[in-house]
C-alpha cells in the first residue's frame, strides 16, 4: 500500500458535507483497498464548529471559512460543498485551484456560471476539478458521458435532472393533488426548499443540463443559451387530460446537436413536456433522476438512481476523490478548454413536434369554429381534439394534440386566438417529446 | 498534442472487430481530441484476409493468426474478439499481457474462468486487462461499478444480462407465441446464435454474472460458484398465469452479499424468475441489457442499454481504448488480485422468498386437497391459488404462489406431489423476487 495517505478537506457541513466524512470513514476499509492508500479528512470548514452534527471531528483541523481551509489547510483534495454560484464557495474553489489543489464539487450553479474559468484554473495548475456530484446525484452521468461513452458522437442527452420537480409531478399525478398542495407536502418531506423557486422555476434542471450538454458535445459553458420553463403552471387537468391520451408529462432537460434544416448548433431546453409511456424516462418516479444518452455507435444509454440526499450526493463526490486517488485524470470538460467548441443557439421557436394545448372557452356557438381556424390559418394540423361536458355559456376545456409541425406556426395560431373574446385564460402549450432521437 | 500515436492490435474481424475498426475511424476527430493523441488501427488479425468486410485494410499489417499478432505486431494495445473460452482467443490475450501489452477483450467466457490468472499476468506486466464489452455491451457497468460506485459497499446486482433471452421472453409474453417459435423468429433476426444452448440455458448470463459479482464484491471469480437455469422450460402459460397474478417473466443474473441467518457469502445465481411491474428491470424489454446494482450510500442506481451488437460492443471496446491512451488505470477487479477475497458459497436451497408453482393436474376429486396438504405439511404457506376451467378427469392447471418461505421446503412439498398420480408432468417452479434489497 502506498504510504502517501490523501488529505482531504470539506468545506461545508452540511447534509452534503457530512454525508461524505460518514462515507469516507464507513467504508474506509474498502476505499483503502481499492485506493491502495489511506484517505483521510484532515480539515473541515463550517461556520460552526461546536454543531452537533452526528461526526467525531476530534483531530481534524477546523476552520471557520472555506477559503482558509483552501489555502491554509494541509489537504492535497478541496471538497467543496458550500453552494451557490458565488460568494465563499466560488472562493474557495478558485482558492484551492491556483494553489494546486484538486477540486471536488457538487456546485452544479458554480459550474454552470463559471465552468470554463476554472476549468482553466484547474488546467494551468495541472489538477482534477471533479464534479460528478453537482449533476443527478448518485447517478454517475458525468463519468459515463465524458469516459464510457467517450468512443460516441452524442446525438443527444434527456434527462430528468431534479427530484423536486418530478416528485411533484409523479405526486400530482397519482393523488390528483394541485401543484400548491403537493408542494407544501414536499416541503414537509424535505424534497423541496422554503424557497422553491430555483427547482420548480427549472433553473436547477438548467444549471445540470448546462453542464451535461458542456461534456456531452464538447462545447464551453453557456447557461445563458438554455431556454428555461417551470412546472407552476401545470394543473391536474393538464396531467389528467395528458393521461388520457397517453401521455406522462415531465420536467425535462433537453440537448440535442441539430444541423442541416432544423437549425445548426445546440439545443439547450428546459421544459415540462408530453412523453409517451414507452420513453425511458416515463417510468423514472418521485425523487429518482434519470439522463437518456444517445450515441452513434451506443445507442440509447440509460442512467438512474438518486439525484439528490446525503447518500448518493456522497457517493458521487467519493467517486471523485477515489479517482484522484488513482492518478486517473480527465479534461474537466472531456477535451482541453482550449478545444471547447462554441455553439450556435437554436431558438426554441424553431422547435419542430407535436404540441399540446388546452384552452378554456366559454362553450357558444362558433368557438370551436374560431380555433379551428386559428390553426389551419397557421398551417397546424390537428391529430386528436377533446372536448367534454358541454353546457352552454358555461366554461370548458378545448385539449388540442397537433401533428408535427414548427413552434413558431403553434405560437402564431395562439396569437390569434388570444384575441377571442371566448377564451377565458391564456392558452396553455406544451410540447410532445419523441422518443427516438431524431 | 500527444506525439505519441497509440498503436492498435484487433485480433478477429467478426461482427464487433469490425465494428470496433469502423468506430475508430469514423469518429477518429473525437477521439483524438479526447485523447491528446492519435488512435491507430496498424494490425489486425483474421482467417481469411481477402473476405469483403466493408472496411479498408490498406495500411494495415495483417496476421492469420491473434497470437502472432499479440507477439509480432508493433502494437500498445491488442483488442482480443475472436471470443472462446480457450485456444486462439486465450492464447492472444495471455501472450500479450505477458509481453506488456495492454488488453482489451469483449471475451466473458475467457474472464469467467480464467479472470484471476489473467490480472495476475496483467498486473505483473504492469499493464491493463480491460474489458468493459465483456458485459452487458454498451452498458457502462464495469466502470459503473469499479470507478462510480466506488465509495459503496455494494450489496446486490441485478441483471438483465443476454438479449437473446430477454427478446424471447419480451415477445413469448406480447404475441402469445411458443419459446420455440420464438426462438426460431430470434434467429431469423439474428438475436440468436445457431446454436442458442449458451443463451438460453443461462450460461453466458452466468459468464458475465460472475465478473459482476467480482468487481462488485472484490472477490475472486468463481464461476463454478454460480447457480444457473435456463429459460428453455417456460411456457407461454407461465407467462400468462405471471402476467395475471401482476407479475414478469425475466432471467436475471443475481448477485448479493449475504450475511447473517440467510447464509454467510455472495449468492451467485441465474434463473427465470418473477418480477413486479414496478421492479426497475420489468420494463427492459427485447435485446436491452440492465444492471440495478444497490450500494450502502448511493441507493439504487440503474443502468441500461443495447447488450449486443457490433456498434454498442464497439463502443465498450473504444471507452478502454481511450482509458489506455489517457494513462487511466484500474485493478482489473478493482482491487489488486492479492486482496481479492474468496467468499463462501450460498447454496440455492437456502434461498429465501415467495414462490411460483405451477402444477398440471387431472382434475378429480382430492387432488387439490393432496396438493393443499403437502405444502401445509412442508410450512409453505400460500398466498394465492388459481384454478380455472375445472372438467372432471381432465387436466388443468393448479397455479400456486407462495408466501415467504425457504427454498427447502418448496422443493419438499413438490417432491411430495411427484409420487401423486394426478399429477400429468413435473411441477413448474420458480422464485419471486423482490424489488427492494433485503
Known amino acids: 500500500m502506498n504510504s502517501n495517505h490523501l488529505k482531504i478537506g470539506i468545506a461545508g457541513l452540511g447534509t452534503v458535507g457530512v454525508g461524505t466524512f460518514k462515507l469516507l470513514q464507513a467504508n474506509s476499509d474498502i476505499l483503502n483497498q481499492r485506493c491502495g492508500r489511506r484517505l483521510e479528512v484532515t480539515s473541515v470548514s463550517a461556520l460552526r464548529r461546536e454543531k452537533n452534527r452526528g461526526i467525531d471531528l476530534d483531530g481534524v483541523t477546523w476552520f471557520k471559512d472555506g477559503v482558509d481551509l483552501a489555502t491554509k489547510a494541509d489537504v492535497d483534495i478541496v471538497v467543496e460543498v458550500i453552494g451557490g454560484a458565488d460568494g465563499s464557495a466560488r472562493k474557495t474553489v478558485e482558492s484551492a485551484l491556483r494553489l494546486g489543489r484538486h477540486v471536488v464539487t457538487a456546485n452544479k450553479a458554480l459550474l454552470a456560471n463559471s465552468g470554463v474559468e476554472l476549468a482553466v484554473m484547474a488546467e494551468e495548475s495541472g489538477v482534477s476539478l471533479s464534479y460528478e456530484a453537482a449533476v443527478a446525484g448518485g447517478v454517475p452521468i458525468i463519468k459515463a458521458l465524458r469516459e464510457s461513452l467517450a468512443g460516441n458522437s452524442i446525438k443527444r442527452i434527456t434527462g430528468i ?191 419542430f413536434g407535436e404540441y399540446y394545448v388546452r384552452l378554456l372557452v366559454v362553450d357558444r356557438p362558433g368557438v370551436f369554429a374560431d380555433i379551428a381556424s386559428a390553426f389551419r390559418d397557421e398551417s397546424v394540423s390537428m391529430e386528436s381534439v377533446l372536448q367534454r361536458g358541454r353546457n352552454e355559456n358555461a366554461n370548458v376545456n378545448v385539449v388540442i394534440i397537433t401533428h408535427e409541425t414548427h413552434e413558431s406556426n403553434v405560437v402564431r395560431a395562439l396569437n390569434r386566438l388570444q384575441a377571442n373574446e371566448s377564451l377565458v385564460e391564456p392558452p396553455h402549450m406544451m410540447r410532445i417529446e419523441k422518443t427516438e432521437c431524431s
Open 161 to 351: 435532472l431534479n427530484g423536486t420537480c418530478n416528485y411533484i409531478l409523479s405526486t400530482m399525478r397519482t393523488t390528483g393533488q394541485d401543484f400548491e398542495d403537493v408542494l407544501e407536502r414536499a416541503q414537509a418531506l424535505g424534497y423541496a426548499e422554503a424557497d422553491p423557486s430555483f427547482d420548480v422555476g427549472g433553473v436547477d434542471t438548467a444549471h445540470k443540463l448546462a453542464i451535461l450538454a458542456s461534456v456531452a458535445f464538447g462545447t464551453a459553458i453557456d447557461i445563458n443559451a438554455v431556454h428555461v420553463e417551470g412546472i407552476s403552471n401545470i394543473s391536474t387537468l393538464d396531467i389528467k387530460y395528458a393521461d388520457e391520451f397517453g401521455y406522462r408529462i415531465k420536467l425535462l432537460g433537453l440537448a440535442e446537436r441539430l444541423s442541416g434544416e432544423s437549425g445548426e448548433g445546440i439545443v439547450q431546453r428546459v421544459y415540462p413536456c408530453l412523453i409517451r409511456p414507452e420513453h425511458p424516462l416515463a417510468t423514472v418516479e418521485n425523487v429518482f433522476n434519470a439522463v437518456v444518452a444517445e450515441g452513434d455507435f451506443v445507442g440509447k444509454s440509460i442512467y438512474e438512481g438518486r439525484g439528490a440526499g446525503a447518500g448518493p450526493t456522497a457517493s458521487a463526490i467519493v467517486s471523485d476523490i477515489v479517482d484522484i486517488a488513482l492518478g486517473r485524470h480527465a479534461p474537466v470538460f472531456g477535451v482541453p478548454v482550449r478545444n471547447l467548441e462554441v455553439p450556435g443557439e437554436v431558438p426554441v421557436d424553431q422547435h
